[in-house]
């Protein structure tokens, strides 16, 4: 399949006649299929895209979208999957009051699928009308009668079940899209959690960087507004005890299944790199060469022993010189060995050289007031350079300001 067989999300709400939030949670519920989109130029090896750089939007093929358009009822069929309804219309297609409709829902009994926030910074659920229709098919005890006792104390001790319930729903879609991909998983796990939580999980910087690349996008973010952004990520986070326990066993768990799955792939080393020939080069045993002969390029050769083994060799030198990287030590006059009389005093090179007498600044001899002066010549009088007119500039800044800062005697008015 070609790329040019591929439509972006927006080309194929287009052509499904949805729109855009509708088609985005068609695909979230898995009615509209799509396809990864083609690698980056940050892909890796065999086209796999790398951890926490995303190759792009998903794309959906041609055929997908003839499938869907083909079905009966096209769009009327599809727009019903997917239609969301408020507390006010879900108490009209359940028929029962919206204050009974809210009380069901914090309880846990209707389970949220998405929300919005209005210009209020209210939050308003949304409800899929199909499953409210299933709900009343199937409950049709909690639609009349009295509230359960365990309702009742729910109600009585404020809790509000809606967020919770949304982020186990939204978490199920995420685990199930990323179904091939632990890393995915464990990225999706790790958005429901604070950082401070995140951090004692996962203690490793490099797993943190990697999840957060792959972190899902926050529902509700579209809104310019900070609060909207702010109301939205609290709402992503877990706060419930129980909750919080679960998720970061879960995230335990999909860490240590992602990392046991890279240690089994085979190692591929990245093309344009290989290893470092350290084998040592032949030494010649022939002659040393003349002082007119030409010298072979200096070579590292790292040794064994690290810094301490390493040498510096020559093609053309008949025994390599090692540096050993050890400090030479000061030996003690009295531990000296004494110098034997057979190898005599050493030679005096040129790095002993003999000291030179210090030099001396000839005296000026002056002569007395009146004495003949003509047999000698007097040294030329030292040129003075004037100074320069920035030295001069300075000097009358400050007695500009001497002058500013002086007080000046003023006239008595009369």
């Known amino acids: 399949m070609t790329v040019q067989e591929r439509l972006t999300p927006a080309g194929a709400a287009r052509l499904l006649e949805l729109r855009r939030a509708e088609f985005d949670l068609a695909v979230r519920l898995g009615h509209i299929r799509t396809e990864p989109a083609a690698p980056g130029p940050h892909a890796g090896p065999e086209g796999h895209v790398r951890p926490g750089v995303p190759g792009g939007p998903r794309r959906i093929a041609r055929e997908e979208i003839d499938r869907l358009r083909g079905a009966p009822g096209f769009p ?48 308003v659920w949304l409800y899929l009308a199909e499953e409210l229709t299933e709900f009343a098919g199937s409950r049709p005890d909690l639609l009349t009668g009295r509230t359960p006792p365990r309702d009742r104390l729910l109600l009585d001790l404020g809790e509000d079940r809606r967020p919770r319930t ?18 995915a998983r464990a990225a999706a796990l790790a958005s429901a959690l604070d950082p401070d939580t995140l951090a004692d999980t996962v203690p490793a910087p490099v797993d943190r960087a990697r999840l957060r690349g792959l972190l899902p996008p926050v529902d509700g973010t579209r809104s310019r507004s900070a609060a909207a952004r702010e109301t939205a990520e609290r709402l992503a986070r877990a706060d419930h005890p129980d909750e919080i326990r679960r998720l970061r066993a879960h995230l335990a768990g999909e860490l240590t299944r992602a990392r046991a799955e890279e240690t089994a792939l085979p190692h591929t080393p990245l093309p344009g790199t290989g290893t470092l020939d350290t084998t040592p080069s032949p030494v010649p045993s022939g002659p040393a060469p003349g002082p007119g002969a030409e ?20 093609g053309a030198c008949a025994h390599p010189v090692r540096f050993t990287g050890e400090p030479r030590r000061a030996v ?16 005096r090179t040129s790095a002993h050289r003999t000291p030179q007498p210090r030099a001396t600044r000839p005296r000026t001899l002056t002569s007395p007031p009146g004495a003949d002066r003509s047999h000698r010549t007097d040294p030329p009088e030292a040129h003075t350079t004037p100074a320069p007119r920035a030295t001069a500039r300075r000097r009358a800044a400050a007695r500009g300001l001497l002058d500013r800062l002086r007080p000046r005697w003023t006239r008595p008015t009369r």
């Open 166 to 183: 949304w982020r186990a729903r939204r978490l199920e879609l995420l685990l199930r899209a990323a179904a091939d991909d632990t890393w």
């Open 332 to 347: 003690h006059p009295s531990t000296a060995p004494a110098r034997t009389a057979a190898t005599g005093p050493a030679p």
């Open 76 to 123: 009327e069929a599809l727009r019903e999957r997917v239609r969301t309804v408020g507390t006010r219309e879900g108490a009209e297609l359940l028929a029962i009051a919206p204050a009974r409709f809210t009380r069901l829902a914090r309880t846990g009994h209707l389970v949220p699928i998405t929300y919005y926030i209005n210009r209020y910074h209210a939050v």
């Open 295 to 314: 010298q072979a390029p200096l070579r590292f050769r790292p040794g064994p022993a690290g810094i301490a083994g390493t040498s510096w060799t020559t």
